[in-house]
């Protein structure tokens, strides 16, 4: 490693270390954000952008492949249309941003600046929908949202944040639970296939789910330092929301019913949840299918002649199936290296004159550092199959790393021994569905609940806390 490289490496603090200072290091030192003068607000920077942009081109794809169309909603809400659904506005209430002022002019009303959209789209359904030829409302937003946050850390937590919000409106119950169910695996199967993100599918419990909902479905990823991070939410809202704001249709005996809603949401927090997945101590690992860049092209000697030729040669080539730049600068080929290996790009391309006698050019993976020579003529073949390679090793390492760190315990004392032993993680344990125990469990030990996995094991019969017959098995851990 030249002094360049370890420099630059040195720049990061070890995740062994301190995790914490970790991401905070590679969030800046790899140019996805820069701090504002508004605390808690993140300047999202260019390579920062492009991976969410990738992010939002693959759900919207999906999204649209399911049926759901793209509208957009203002950003400001009148405060007594928040006031019409209690358990909405109690639930976001600490931390809604308020207007008051427009100019010098004092509003003769408090506008909200959204926290999230469920209020608008009710108005907007409610004067939309007449007949069950209107159903179903399938609709997505893409935009920001604030919530006015006491503790920020760029991507997991800010008070600004970029996401999409999906608001659907059916005739049926039966038809709003199987959309709720629907978009949780379209988020599920997005992390698998996109992010090389494994998952756990389940329902939060009764005292964690959305303000307002009858129930949320969650998607629960577990992160190199052993914490959860929620990477996804669905909800159903059953007909509350539409009784709150009078959204009804006539069927088709001409009786008059009230829809039955859903709402669904992932963040600029995936971002967060990528690096803390797939990251190292020399920053970036990006999977492929999101990285802004696929294949850097790394002249070596490239003063000496023809060198430059053939690397910008590549570049047009291959461009026409991946994502690919070249780095000409007059950096030197450790600082290059260096400064690829911090942003994650999945593969390096190596080119010198010698290569260029041979025919071929180095292939260096970003995951494992293993170098290939690949000919001339083979170039798109191998990266296409190295790339696919690099998304299923990312998946496979993620998913052992929630496997090793997954535990079985059946009492408090287990929970905090295992803990102690062996570091923080997913806690499979039972549950006999009492809150009581959920908060008793969660005092005691210092891990939350995170969700009913759909996917049940009998563990026992008792439960975790109280010893009395258990209900469910239910996954336990502390998170972001």
Not at 46 to 74: C, S
Not at 245 to 258: A, W
Not at 366 to 392: C, G, H, P, T
């Amino acid at each position: 490693m030249s002094q360049e490289q370890k420099k630059l490496v040195e720049a990061i603090t070890a995740m062994e270390d301190d995790f914490a200072k970790w991401y905070t290091d590679i969030v800046k030192k790899a140019d996805l954000i820069d701090y504002s003068s508004v605390k808690g607000c993140m300047v999202i920077r260019p390579y920062g952008y492009a991976i969410w942009e990738n992010i939002q081109k693959d759900l919207d794809r999906r999204f649209k492949e399911t049926g759901h169309e793209n509208v957009y909603m203002p950003l400001f809400i009148p405060e007594s249309l928040l006031q019409k659904e209690k358990d909405h506005v109690e639930g976001f209430a600490p931390e809604v941003a308020w207007v008051t002022h427009g100019g010098d002019e004092k509003l003769t009303e408090r506008l909200c600046v959204r926290p999230t959209s469920e209020t608008l789209f009710c108005e907007h359904y409610s004067n939309i929908i007449e007949s069950h030829r209107d159903l179903p409302k399938l609709y997505n937003q893409w935009c920001n949202v604030v919530r006015w946050e006491k503790t920020t850390r760029p991507f997991l937590r800010s008070r600004e944040f970029l996401w999409q919000e999906g608001h659907t409106a059916h005739a049926t119950k039966q038809e709003a639970v199987e959309e709720t169910e629907r978009m949780l695996n379209v988020y599920a199967d997005f992390c698998r296939e996109t992010l090389s993100m494994p998952v756990v599918k389940g329902r939060k419990t009764e005292s964690d789910k959305f303000a307002g909902a009858k129930a949320t479905y969650t998607i629960e990823a577990l992160m190199h330092d052993g914490k959860a991070l929620q990477a996804g939410t669905s909800h159903y809202f059953g007909d509350g929301f539409a009784k709150a704001f009078d959204i009804t249709y006539t069927d088709k005996d001409n009786t008059l019913q009230y829809v039955h809603q859903t709402s669904w949401g992932v963040t600029t927090r995936l971002i967060g949840g990528m690096i803390m997945s797939h990251g190292d101590n020399n920053g970036l690992v990006v999977p492929p299918a999101v990285a802004p860049i696929q294949v850097i092209i790394l002249p070596v000697a490239q003063h000496k002649a023809g060198v430059l030729e053939k690397a910008r040669e590549l570049k047009a080539r291959l461009e026409k199936s991946f994502r690919v730049n070249i780095d000409d600068s007059d950096n030197s080929a450790g600082w290059k290296f260096a400064e690829y290996e911090m942003k994650g790009v999945p593969i390096r391309l190596e080119i010198g004159p010698r290569d260029i006698e041979k025919e071929q050019c180095v292939l260096v993976r970003r995951d494992n550092r293993e170098k290939s020579f690949i000919k001339f003529s083979e170039l798109e073949s191998a990266i296409d199959a190295m790339l696919k390679d690099i998304s299923v090793s990312l998946y496979e390492k993620a998913l052992k790393n929630q496997n090793d760190r997954t535990y079985i315990c059946h009492t408090a004392d287990e929970i905090i021994n295992v803990l102690s032993e062996k570091g923080d993680g997913f806690i499979k344990a039972m549950w006999c569905e009492s809150e009581e125990c959920e908060e008793k469990i969660k005092e005691q030990t210092g891990v939350g609940s995170r969700c009913i996995p759909f996917e049940q094991e009998a563990l026992g019969d008792k439960c975790v806390c109280c010893g009395k017959p258990a209900k469910t098995m239910l996954y336990w851990g502390k998170s972001y």
